[in-house]
């Protein structure tokens, strides 16, 4: 399979694989964005879904793909730093803000500076009509986060740490992405860079998170929690691959900002799901967002 998808590299089948990709990792990780800021504690439920694809990446790191190359090693050490700090980003920001509000900021930060990244790293440039697309995305995340500061009732005493939080973690997405499409175009085989990228990624927080679950007082049932730690391993899984898959394929930068159709989903989500109430206003201001990613990979 590795053979077919590099044999796409470059080419317009290629571009329309990877274009697919991104907005199938846009659905998965609004819904793994809501796995972690469901009824738990945030921080046990990415404890518990670390582990969990951790353990499931093992086999196939160890046994399955071919092993890295000896120059992946620092590159997998610098994706364990990079997104472990990520992961506390997103904690807090979760720990602070309603999932409608701060998971949009979050995704509508992160394109801006994995364009300007993939520039940087990649030599990818942006048409006019494209740099528009980046700016009407622009547009409805900080419109949302106004809307969001002068309206929202839910965790009120915390909203603007929250969403200086969000932004910050959104800065972190742009870094992980371009950081990590570099990675697994460092290796000759993709799937050696998404095993053991799982393997090695989920080793740290969990035993961080089982400590803060010995220190409460009201401890969650382990049942539970470890149920959700699978569903949302399985869904790391196949987000983090279509979205990395996608960069190997074609563009760091469209597919990052592609992505970032992920708010829509991540409302309707928020709505059905977690019994938060969007409004039409935030809905709008949510489909600009998307409207923008869709502007990026059309102008192109």
């Not at 997998?76 to 309603?98: D, E, M, N, P």
């Amino acid at each position: 399979m590795s053979e077919w998808l590099m044999a796409l590299e470059g080419t317009p089948d290629g571009h329309d694989l990877a274009l697919w990709l991104a907005l199938v990792a846009a659905f998965l990780h609004a819904l793994f964005g809501a796995l972690q800021k469901g009824r738990h504690d945030p921080w046990l439920s990415r404890g518990a879904i670390d582990a969990s694809y951790s353990l499931m990446a093992m086999p196939f790191a160890l046994f399955v793909v071919p092993w890295p190359e000896p120059h992946m090693w620092p590159i997998f050490a610098g994706a364990i730093v990079l997104h472990f700090a990520y992961k506390i980003a997103q904690g807090v920001t979760y720990s602070l803000g309603a999932f409608t509000v701060v998971y949009p900021v979050v995704r509508g930060t992160a394109p801006l500076f994995a364009v300007i990244g993939a520039g940087l790293v990649f030599g990818e440039r942006f048409s006019l009509l494209q740099w528009l697309g980046v700016g009407v995305l622009l547009a409805g995340t900080y419109g949302l986060a106004v809307y969001n500061l002068r309206t929202i009732r839910l965790q009120r005493e915390t909203l603007v740490p929250a969403l200086v939080w969000a932004v910050v973690t959104g800065m972190f997405v742009a870094a992980y992405t371009t950081y990590d499409a570099y990675g697994i175009r460092a290796t000759a085989n993709p799937f050696t860079f998404l095993a053991w990228f799982f393997f090695t990624d989920g080793l740290i927080l969990p035993w961080l998170v089982a400590l803060r679950w010995r220190r409460m007082s009201d401890r969650p049932a382990l049942g539970p929690l470890a149920a959700r730690g699978i569903l949302g391993g399985v869904t790391a899984f196949a987000s983090f691959g279509a979205i990395m898959m996608a960069t190997r394929l074609d563009s760091v930068g469209e597919a990052a900002v592609l992505r970032e159709t992920s708010t829509v989903f991540a409302a309707l989500i928020g709505w059905v799901v977690l019994n938060e109430r969007v409004g039409p206003r935030r809905l709008t201001l949510m489909t600009m967002i998307a409207l923008g990613a869709v502007i990026v990979e059309f102008g192109g």
